[in-house]
């Protein structure tokens, strides 16, 4: 059977959600639950799906409790997550794009945000050539 969603499909999404919800400033206990639920799926021996399929109770993997569990089962039936449009709904759009860049992780596209008004990646590139970005904490 072709499988659509992988678990480097999962973990993708767990990942950016934590980005997102650590952009935002969410508990970090929350943000650090779906970085490692997205290491433990990406590092399984098998696909998720399959495990679903076979009847496994995810949620008795480590790092996988009921919650996350019934997010992955989201994510294989429809191929993404309602929770994850929710919050990107919250966040301003270009700070996706923004994170997505190499070595720019969710806390310095948010200061950027925040003490610049940084909201695509060309303002972040206009910015830092004129030198606005100087001096802002560990930049």
Do not use: W
Not at 13 to 32: M, Q, S
Not at 99 to 104: D, I, R, S, T
């Amino acid at each position: 059977m072709i499988r659509l969603v992988h678990n480097a499909d999962i973990a993708a999404i767990f990942e950016k959600l934590a980005d997102l919800l650590e952009i935002e400033g969410a508990n970090p206990f929350r943000i650090r639950a779906y970085r490692k639920a997205a290491r433990q799926i990406a590092n399984l021996p098998r696909e998720a799906a399959d495990m679903i399929e076979a009847g496994e109770n995810l949620a008795d993997l480590p790092s996988i409790g009921d919650d996350l569990a019934h997010k992955i089962a989201e994510i294989v039936a429809t191929g993404k997550l309602h929770l994850l449009d929710e919050v990107s709904g919250r966040v301003p759009s270009g700070l996706s794009d923004i994170v997505a860049l190499p070595g720019l992780g969710p806390k310095r596209a948010k200061l950027f945000y925040d003490h610049l008004g940084v909201r695509s990646r060309g303002e972040l590139a206009s910015k830092i050539k004129s030198g606005a970005a100087n001096g802002l904490p560990g930049i």
